[in-house]
């Protein structure tokens, strides 16, 4: 026998002694939770998630439908969730100045109006804008960008009893 296959067989017995394991073997796993398990789990919460996100849409659209909201709606959106064009363009434009000087700036673009611009004003509040930033406001949202009011036209009992 030779030295290298005596050393070979020394470093097999002294192996061979020693109970390693293997490091597949330290990797596995006493957990109760499967990874399949939890992937089923994960699909089922969104499935039921979008369940009742379109189920929930369609109980608030067939109230709106059917007459059940306590209060009528005050103008008509569009599918855009802002006001209705034809409701935007029936806002009264008026020209800045004189008595109209209530305002100073149009608090959507921030800049200050001018002698004589057109102002575009929300009748419900008196709030002014530039006919341009309100369009663009109400094309988006459903209510004045300066005191958040959802009405934009006073009702027409108020203004028979302001006018008689």
Partial sequence: MNLLSYRRSLLQEENAGR???SPAASFTTTSP???SLVLTVLFFMAFFSLYIRRF???SNSDESV?????SPPRFRTSKRDGVDASTVR???NVPYGGD?????????????????ETVTVIPY????????????????????????STQLFPVADDVQAANG
């Fill in 100 to 116: 109209s000087k209530i305002w100073s700036e149009c608090s959507i673009c921030l800049s200050e109006f001018e002698e004589r």
């Fill in 66 to 70: 059917s007459g059940r909201r306590d």
């Fill in 33 to 35: 939770f499967d990874s």
């Fill in 56 to 58: 929930s849409n369609i």
């Fill in 19 to 21: 109970d390693l394991k």
């Fill in 90 to 92: 029936s806002l009264p």
């Fill in 125 to 148: 509040c008196r709030h002014g804008f530039h006919p341009m930033c309100i369009e663009t406001w109400l094309s988006s949202h459903v209510s004045c960008p300066l005191c958040r």
